[in-house]
């Protein structure tokens, strides 16, 4: 793959070489079984492993086939690096205690499940889960059976928040088909060449939610609202419509979506009523990567998704709480992704300008094909006032003018100056690390700290105001796909604004404090019930 130098005007530079964060996700597909499972890829997951504040990262491995009657299944081991200086970052998953290559994996979430300040990990596979505990020291310990984290389903990802108001974690498992190895199972692509079986051969599983006893996690029980027998690839959870309750947003491979809606009279799946379930004309859509923002600043969280190829992307503006519009056709974003596969996604204020642009990875699941290829281009689209998007991938950089079958995307500003970075995994090629070389407009971080819900504060939505900009942002576990972006909030703020910023946070549950003015180009630790 040639790749040009970088040029005056680039916005991203892939730095992964220079910073050590050397890794790449082995998908299994060399040894010619052509399993479905090789399709779905890996996530990357952002974590403060030692509460040193800077961002570590953590990259699950996949695994590999080997032929046989039928093919078998191994894991590879992922991998955790820690930053030791800036944009420094060095291989410690032995010395942590997270070498482990029983288990093909695929993405996973973050979180304190202990509530003991220290970051744990929680990575899905197929046939299991893992649960590293943080144990505070820089190490690690699995304790996924202990606690009572089993799935011996097809795991894909996870997701993590208060879903009963308790104070205590609870865990989303996202699933993807019945499947197993067969190796007289056989598909041809539409040039008559042996390919991957696809997903409309294999029946939906149904999610696993594991709630939290505060002892362990019990997932013996099958919630009344939780849709049966989905292809889940994607789910992000936050409070969606506003009520002070956790939302959870499922999209899925070739069937409907679901928006699961907590409510104090119960929780049932609105995407049908809200306008998700399907596209803009009806149809079922073969979704991927997924995020929540809000896109032109009127209060609202909007919706994002990634779909297959023919289909075009869909963004959902909130209207109204729970309620949302199909816009991609009047925003610019019908056509521009319709050749390609969309996978990891997210809303990112790339040129910090306030609103937040869109960036895309793309790849195939069929090796051959006519009409699309296996190798595609990731696109960067720029927000315009949060009336529309452009295609910008021209200015991205060298990265955005090569082709990759990529899956996993994490936001996070690894070196702390303000500029948002973005993390990518591939298909059995190296991960990217592309560093945004725009110049820092004034900004502010904040991280919250929950008293009455759970640690991470999932759901909380922080508002930054100054003159005449004022910022919501959410906190959220899951989005883009397979993947945890940085939890942090970052927030940018005019240019030409001379006035210290004011905070304002709406906890989980509903109550609302103000954290008076906080200063720029700083990280603010915010304390639920310190505030006014």
């Known amino acids: ?52 504040g800077s961002p570590d990262v953590f990259f699950p491995g996949g695994g590999r086939l080997q032929p046989g009657m039928p093919p078998k299944v191994f894991g590879r081991s992922g991998a955790l690096f820690r930053q030791t200086e800036s944009l420094v ?25 202990d509530s003991d300040g220290f970051d744990d990990l929680l990575v899905a596979g197929y046939g299991g889960l893992r649960c590293w505990r943080n144990q505070g020291d820089g190490t690690f310990e699995e304790v996924a059976q202990q606690l009572g984290l089993i799935s011996p389903l097809w795991n894909v990802s996870l997701a993590a928040g208060d879903f009963t108001q308790d104070g205590l974690v609870d865990i989303y498992c996202l699933t993807y088909a019945d499947w197993s190895p067969d190796a007289d199972r056989t598909c041809l692509n539409d040039r008559q060449s042996r390919d991957i079986c696809g997903p409309t051969l294999f029946n939906g599983v149904s999610d696993r939610v594991f709630m939290n006893t505060g ?40 069937q409907e979506n679901q928006l699961y809606m907590f409510e104090e009279a119960g929780t049932e799946d609105a995407a049908l009523l809200a306008g998700m379930a399907y596209s803009s004309t009806g149809e079922r859509e073969g979704s991927m990567g997924i995020d929540v923002s809000d896109f032109n600043n009127d209060g609202f969280p909007d919706i994002w998704y990634t779909n297959y190829a023919q289909q075009d992307n869909s963004l959902l503006k909130q209207t109204s709480p729970s ?3 199909h816009i991609s056709d009047v925003t610019g974003m019908a056509g521009v992704s319709r050749p390609w596969v969309g996978f990891g996604t997210g809303f ?9 642009d869109l960036i895309v990875l793309n790849g195939h699941v069929a090796y051959e094909r006519r009409d699309s290829p296996y190798f595609q281009p990731p696109q960067l689209f720029r927000n315009i006032n949060g009336e529309r998007f452009e295609e910008i991938s021209g200015e991205g950089g060298p990265y955005f003018e090569c082709d990759r079958s990529a899956r996993g995307l994490a936001k996070v500003d690894l070196d702390s100056d303000g500029a948002m970075d973005i993390i990518t995994v591939h298909q059995n090629d190296p991960v990217a690390v592309l560093k945004n070389r725009l110049s820092p407009l004034p900004w502010i971080r904040i991280q919250l700290i929950g008293k009455s819900h759970e640690r991470r504060a999932v759901g909380a939505v922080v508002t930054v105001s100054q003159a005449n900009r004022r910022i919501s942002r959410w906190v959220v576990s899951g989005g883009s796909y397979l ?23 709406r906890w989980p549950g509903g109550k609302v404090e103000s954290f008076g003015k906080k200063s720029l180009y700083a990280l603010h630790r915010l304390v639920e019930g310190r505030g006014n």
């Open 483 to 505: 993947s945890q972006s940085d939890q942090r909030l970052l927030f940018h703020l005019s240019e030409s604004g001379t006035e210290t910023p004011e905070v304002e946070v």
């Open 89 to 113: 970052f060095k291989d410690v998953t032995d010395k942590a205690g997270v070498l482990d290559d029983t288990l093909y994996t695929h993405g996973g979430t973050v979180t304190d499940f």
């Open 215 to 254: 002892a362990g996690f019990d997932g013996s029980r099958h919630p009344d609202w939780l849709v049966k027998d989905n292809r889940g690839l994607g789910v992000v959870v936050t409070d969606i419509d506003g009520n002070g309750m956790i939302d959870i947003a499922v999209v899925n491979d070739v």
């Open 1 to 52: 793959m040639s790749i040009r130098p970088i040029q005056p005007g680039d916005v991203f530079e892939d730095v992964a070489f220079s910073t050590g964060l050397q890794f790449h996700y082995e998908d299994g597909s060399p040894a010619g079984c052509y399993e479905l499972l090789e399709s779905v890829g890996g996530g990357v997951l952002i974590l403060d492993a030692d509460q040193d």
């Open 348 to 356: 990112v204020d790339v040129n910090m300008d306030g609103f937040d």
């Open 323 to 325: 309620r949302f519009l």
